[in-house]
Every structure is written in structure tokens, then in C-alpha cells.
């Protein structure tokens, strides 16, 4: 049977980090092409990547958290503040856009998983990329290695995974997506 993904990840992922709540964020679910397309133009790369992040809250709005480096990014203020909105409204934090198509290949390649060279389910896979996305949104980052322990330590807690050994889990061509 495969691993499910879960909106709960998301959702226990974008708690850990201190987003606001209620807030929706946008998943989108698509291909290498259109990947590539906004890695060009959004982050000034060439080639596909696996997931993109992008918030609409500067990191500033989120609590810090262990290995944090705050780097001036152009469209934030240091002292940037949550949104105030009345209970009842939800905030926008963004959009994550993940590659199927690379999540499927990475796992079945032994590309996946954080170290890039575990074979283990797509569904894991995606997951883990959900996840990650999420963690972009209110401000994670991993430039420096510091933020990338954190990150990961906090990626592998959320998942469920802080004792398990990077491995395969189940058939890397199957995936379920569970809402």
C-alpha cells in the first residue's frame, strides 16, 4: 500500500512554522516544463527544480526559528508584521508549485529524499517537497547550513520521520493523494 499525502502535512507544517491561522496557500500539482518555465523567470535558473515557494509575507512576519539567518530580501522590511485581519477572514500566505514529474523521477532514481540520493516512494517524495514548500512560506530557508539542519530536522519531525532511516518504502510509481 502506498504512503497517502496528506493536506494534514501541509497543514502541520505551516503550524509548526507560525503561520497565521486560519490561511490558505495554493498547491499546485504540475510538470518539468512549467517548472522550468517559472524557475527562468522567477529565480533567474535554468532547468526544472523539484518545488518553488512563493510567499506573500516577508520571513520577517513569521517567528524565528533555530539556524534562521534574516537576510534583507528586496520586497521585505525588517520589521515586518502578520497581516491584521477580522477572525473570521483567512490569509493568503502563497504558492508552492511542485513537479510531479520530478517528484515520480527523483523517488524511482534514488534522487529523492533530503540528501538526494534516496530510492524510496513518490508519494514520500511529494510529501516531503509539500512540506518543504510550506516551510519556504513563512520564511525558512536553507543558504546556510545552519537553516539547512534546522530545516531538515524540523521536515523529518513533521513527516514522522525523525527515526527513520532515509529507505524505500513502497512501489515509487504509485501515489495517492488524500485531501
Do not use: K, Y
Not at 37 to 51: C, H, Y
Amino acid at each position: 500500500m502506498a504512503r497517502a499525502v496528506h493536506a494534514r502535512d501541509l497543514a502541520q507544517a505551516l503550524e509548526a512554522a507560525g503561520a497565521p491561522q486560519p490561511a490558505t496557500v495554493g498547491l499546485i500539482l504540475t510538470n518539468d516544463a512549467e517548472l522550468a518555465e517559472l524557475n527562468e523567470r522567477a529565480m533567474g535558473r535554468s532547468g526544472p527544480t523539484d518545488v518553488l515557494s512563493f510567499p506573500l509575507l516577508p520571513a520577517g512576519a513569521f517567528p524565528p526559528h533555530p539556524g534562521q539567518h534574516r537576510r534583507r530580501r528586496p520586497d521585505a522590511g525588517t520589521d515586518a508584521q502578520p497581516f491584521a485581519l477580522p477572525p473570521a477572514q483567512r490569509l493568503h500566505l502563497g504558492e508552492i508549485i511542485v513537479s510531479v514529474e520530478r517528484a515520480v523521477g527523483q523517488a524511482d532514481e534514488g534522487r529523492g529524499g533530503q540528501t538526494g540520493d534516496v530510492r524510496w516512494s513518490a508519494a514520500d517524495e511529494l510529501r516531503l517537497l509539500v512540506t518543504h514548500g510550506a516551510l519556504h512560506l513563512c520564511g525558512w530557508d536553507h543558504a546556510e547550513p545552519e537553516e539547512e539542519a534546522a530545516m531538515r530536522a524540523l521536515e523529518r519531525d513533521l513527516l514522522g520521520w525523525s527515526n527513520r532511516p532515509e529507505a524505500p518504502l513502497t512501489d515509487p510509481r504509485r501515489l495517492t493523494v488524500i485531501p
